[in-house]
């Protein structure tokens, strides 16, 4: 076990440990004969200072913590959350991955971060079960068709692999897939993303998670932010439950409590909080090779290694903090799903949950500075934030170091709503809203 504090790292948290390794001795060792696992990661006092304190723990605020201590030797860094590690938008989403977006901003943003994910687990030396399958788009009319053009000859121009395909190719790679002309809603072709899958969204929180403490930054649970305090315009400490931290540096990185975090640094953010709702099936054999998602039916479909199929639909209409699910979201899933794929009329729900999701009005995240010095952001990420961790955390780890806005997220400023500078992404972002 990792013994508490600094028992591995040098006092001010600046020397790399090595996570621990599990050979498959050690698996049947703890899986059969012993019951205590080694820890992950620490469980460490709060310091009365740190160089940058995250609020939110998870994947985006682990990856920046991650990427700040090994890209830039920035270690004396604590990530706050007042719940547990993955709680929020982290656990809840439904871990699909895909770049094929609309604007060129966002096309060039999410396939830094697909190209992240794809060598995560060698990076993270932990298993996160990235699965490339492939994702499709449907049109079930000619509008969504004319879309799926623009955005595969957006996608072409910036070197993502993404084409619009015939019915005929559906049912090729779907064969479940009802493409018949006589249903309401028929499916007239696709975009086709082969680059996108699904990856596991807990075992990305866990990875970056050892990672991060391997190289000093401390992971606080349970450690709800209570205000952020701000003298002549910068930030110079964060009140918790546990006590305050002195600190020229604060990270947003939070979902669903957003615009409270940035509210206490006086920051406002044009962004309102809507649940989003998922569900799960009992496992059945792999049938499901690819991701499905039909903006017109409101659904996304996925199968997981573990057979299991999860479905996920678009927010739910009205702006609330709600993470219940609803009769009224699997009433109107099930006849949706059933249009597409009426084969699955026998499969059992196992459960349901939501998420919480900041909505902005261009359907892009903000990421950057804001007018308060030493305070960032990234937050605003709709129903798009997961599959974009790696790239964010890399990003904001650059902006913090270097006080300057990468190139890669130039576009996603607080500053672009008071310029009209919007990034719209709303053609390409999940399901319609
Ligand atoms: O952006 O691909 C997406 C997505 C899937 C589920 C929610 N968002």
Redesign the pocket.
């Known amino acids: 076990m990792f013994g508490n504090n600094h028992r591995n790292g040098s006092a001010n948290g600046s020397r790399k440990r090595r996570p621990p390794r599990y050979s498959a001795f050690s698996l049947i060792k703890h899986g059969v004969v012993s019951t205590e696992w080694p820890r992950a990661w620490r469980t460490c006092d709060l310091r009365s200072s740190y160089d940058v304190v995250i609020v939110g723990g998870g994947v985006h605020g682990l990856a920046t913590a991650y990427y700040l201590a090994r890209n830039h030797g920035i270690r004396n860094v604590a990530v706050l959350d007042k719940g547990y590690l993955g709680a929020g938008g982290s656990g809840r989403?439904?871990a699909?991955?895909?770049s094929n977006y609309l604007t060129p901003e966002g096309v060039r943003f999410y396939d830094r971060s697909m190209e992240l994910y794809r060598h995560l687990a060698a990076d993270l030396n932990f298993n996160v079960m990235f699965s490339r399958k492939g994702?499709l788009t449907l049109a079930h009319n000619d509008s969504s068709l004319r879309t799926m053009r623009w955005r595969a000859e957006v996608n072409k121009h910036v070197g993502v692999d993404s084409e619009v395909i015939d019915p005929a190719q559906v049912k090729e790679l779907v064969p479940y897939l009802d493409v018949s002309t006589d249903t309401r809603y028929p499916i007239l072709g696709a975009l086709y993303h082969p680059p996108g899958g699904i990856i596991r969204h807990d075992a990305v929180v866990w990875g970056y998670a050892r990672a991060a403490d391997a190289h000093g930054v401390h992971l606080h649970q349970r450690t709800e932010v209570t205000g952020i305090e701000v003298q002549n315009g910068r930030v110079v400490g964060v009140r918790t439950n546990r006590g305050r931290i002195a600190t020229p540096v604060v990270l947003n990185a939070t979902a669903g409590w957003s615009t409270l975090i940035s509210d206490m640094a006086g920051v406002r953010t044009p962004v309102q909080t809507f649940p989003?709702q998922a569900a799960v099936t009992e496992p059945v054999r792999p049938f499901l090779h690819a991701?499905v998602?039909s903006g017109s039916l409101h659904v996304?479909v996925s199968q997981t290694d573990r057979g299991e199929l999860v479905f996920?639909a678009s927010v739910d209409p009205f702006a609330s903090y709600s993470m219940r699910g609803s009769l009224e979201f699997v009433e109107g899933l099930a006849g949706h799903v059933l249009e597409l794929m009426p084969a699955l009329s026998k499969m059992r729900l196992m459960r349901q949950w939501a998420g919480l999701c900041d909505m902005t009005p261009d359907y892009s995240p903000i990421m950057g500075e804001t007018p308060v010095e030493g305070f960032y952001l990234d937050v605003g990420w709709g129903?798009?934030g997961?599959?974009a961790g790696p790239v964010s955390g890399e990003a904001m780890a650059e902006t913090i170091a270097t006080r300057r806005r990468p190139e890669i997220i130039a576009a996603f400023g607080l500053d672009r709503f008071a310029e009209g500078a919007l990034v719209g992404e709303k053609g390409?972002?999940?399901?319609g809203h």
């Open positions: 989403n439904t699909i991955l895909r994702h989003l991701v998602v996304y996920g129903t798009y997961f599959k390409a972002a999940a399901v």
